[in-house]
């Protein structure tokens, strides 16, 4: 089976822009789960969707939200990017076996803010 | 809520072995281990949801003490490939599905 897969790889915006972050799921997989990493914070909890429906989402503001598709695959979007908004952004599909619910994590979106 | 992982780092030579601790102040339905390379995406390494479980994963094993809210992740005979960050992500009662409280990471570096 393909991995999770993310685009792009590498972004550079500009303060006040805005983006979209694209993830494809495992196939089969269900859940997907959006995540920011930084040095200092270390790996946060943005939202997860699961059915094309936001289940659960982390301590971010509003500017960061996200959708999914019926096919599973799911985009998050950072509108009026801030210098703070540069991170490692990791998405991550479950197939939500409850017994074997771990979590596949794609290679990330690097996002630099200028 | 964030676990506390312990130690921060840590240095081993090849063969020797690490315990990272991860502990946290809520009551936890799961614990999920992950290892992740410089400049990688994390990978699982196992997941633990039952108190007192314990799995073992090569050399690598973990244990769940649910009444303590802590897991230990054991490595033994370490191996150079060993070497990176060491995450655990806790599900929390209360909480969902897919949302993961992660630790800051124990940087495990195994030397020659």
């Known amino acids: 089976k393909a991995g999770v897969t993310q685009t792009p790889r590498y972004l550079i915006k500009t303060r006040g822009q805005q983006v979209t972050l694209s993830c494809s799921p495992i196939?089969?997989?269900?859940?997907v789960s959006w995540y920011q990493q930084t040095p200092g914070q270390g790996l946060q909890f943005l939202f997860e969707y699961f059915s094309e429906t936001q289940r659960n989402k982390g301590n971010f503001p509003g500017r960061f939200s996200g959708r999914q598709f019926s096919n599973s695959r799911s985009e998050m979007n950072v509108s009026t990017l801030e210098l703070g908004d540069s991170a490692l952004y990791l998405c991550a599909s479950s197939p939500l076996d409850r017994e074997v619910d771990e979590q596949y994590f794609g290679p990330g979106t690097r996002l630099t803010v200028t | 809520q964030q676990p506390v992982q312990s130690p921060q780092a840590v240095i081993l030579r090849e063969g020797e072995d690490a315990v990272i601790n991860c502990s946290s102040s809520k009551a936890l339905y799961s614990v999920h281990w992950y290892r992740q390379k410089h400049g990688e995406a994390p990978v699982f390494l196992m997941i633990?949801?039952?108190?007192?479980e314990q799995k073992g994963h090569e050399k690598i094993s973990a244990s769940f003490n649910e009444k303590k809210q802590q897991s230990s992740l054991y490595l033994t005979a370490s191996q150079l490939s060993y070497s990176g960050t060491y995450f655990c992500?806790?599900?929390?009662?209360?909480?969902?599905?897919?949302?993961?409280?992660f630790g800051k990471g124990t940087k495990l570096s195994v030397k020659p």
């Open positions: 633990l949801l039952k108190g007192g």
């Open positions: 196939s089969g997989h269900r859940s």
């Open positions: 992500g806790t599900e929390q009662y209360g909480g969902s599905q897919g949302n993961l409280i």
